[in-house]
């Protein structure tokens, strides 16, 4: 069973003024641009991003670069969304990195990345102190140099009058996900629309249930089990599982709390049951998603 899908991440990835901004991104500055879903659980390069720096795609070659580049990017988004600011930090292999986080009603929805800029003009030594900080690379001198020659280098003061750009982008785009979201809240049944609230304030109850959401519906459960299938084209129960493994997902990625705690946090009743539920889903178990490996 797949968890509930993200429908403002869905609704940015299908924005074809995405892709156009990106190809500006690209002809202007040579950066590519990114959206992540929260946590980075999906990464999407939009038509006309482009290719990003040859070096990170040296180091994305490697399981501990994807490692190490997936911790670093989960820790600086998540980050940037509990400031819920735009950041522009040093990633681990001393690039500069910027995050934009966007927010539809208050809810951090996606984040636009973009940089992997050199820190500093080309130059042999610069060359070298940025080798010298990836010892675990093991790439050839000629690779890494090829590479590197093609990276971006752009002042730091460019590189945030880009991150502004994207911001000022990222805003309309907020805007624009929150008149679809109204627009669908007015076409969507009140019964279902209150449903789903009650549903989103109290899925962590591991005693929720058809009764208590049908009576936050104003009908009878056995009436609005029928209606909700109807509507949604799924039961309640798989409604609510799908609510709390989004949530494990969140916290998976995002949190190092244990994964026993995320499972309670989650509103799942038995550690058992939720790993069950998790594998049918992800087709990989919680431990393996938080690390990259599903």
């Known amino acids: 069973m797949p968890a509930a899908p993200n429908p403002d991440f869905a609704y940015l990835a299908s924005s074809p003024v995405l892709g156009e901004i990106a190809a500006l991104v690209k002809r202007l500055t040579g950066l590519a641009l990114a959206l992540n879903a929260p946590g980075v659980t999906r990464i999407l390069m939009p038509d006309g991003a482009g290719e990003g720096n040859p070096l990170c795609a040296l180091i994305g070659a490697t399981p501990e670069g994807v490692a190490r580049c997936r911790a670093c990017d989960r820790r600086h988004h998540a980050r940037a969304a509990a400031m819920g600011h735009s950041l522009l930090y040093t990633c681990h292999a001393g690039l500069l990195d910027l995050a934009v986080p966007i927010f539809v009603d208050g809810r951090h929805v996606a984040t636009l990345s973009s940089g992997q800029v ?63 979201r109204a627009l669908e809240a007015r076409l969507e049944r009140d019964e279902i629309r209150r449903a789903r609230e009650y549903i989103d304030h109290h899925f962590r109850d591991r005693r929720l249930g058809l009764p208590a959401v049908a009576a936050a519906a104003g009908l009878s459960p056995a009436h609005f089990s029928h209606l909700f299938h109807r509507e949604t084209g799924t039961t309640l129960s798989r409604h609510i599982q799908s609510r709390r493994l989004a949530e494990a997902k969140r916290l998976l990625a995002e949190t190092e709390c244990s994964i026993t705690d995320i499972c309670y946090a989650s509103g799942f009743g038995t550690l058992t049951h939720f790993n069950r539920l998790f594998r049918q889903s992800e087709h990989c178990s919680p431990r393996q998603y938080r690390q990259g490996n599903g």
């Open 118 to 180: 050199l820190p500093e003009p080309h130059s042999p030594a610069a060359a070298r102190r940025l080798r010298d900080a990836l010892p675990w690379l093991e790439v050839s001198p000629a690779e890494f140099d090829t590479a590197y020659r093609q990276a971006v280098h752009l002042p730091r003061s460019h590189v945030q009058d880009v991150m502004r750009l994207i911001e000022v982008f990222a805003s309309e785009l907020c805007a624009n996900a929150r008149r679809i």
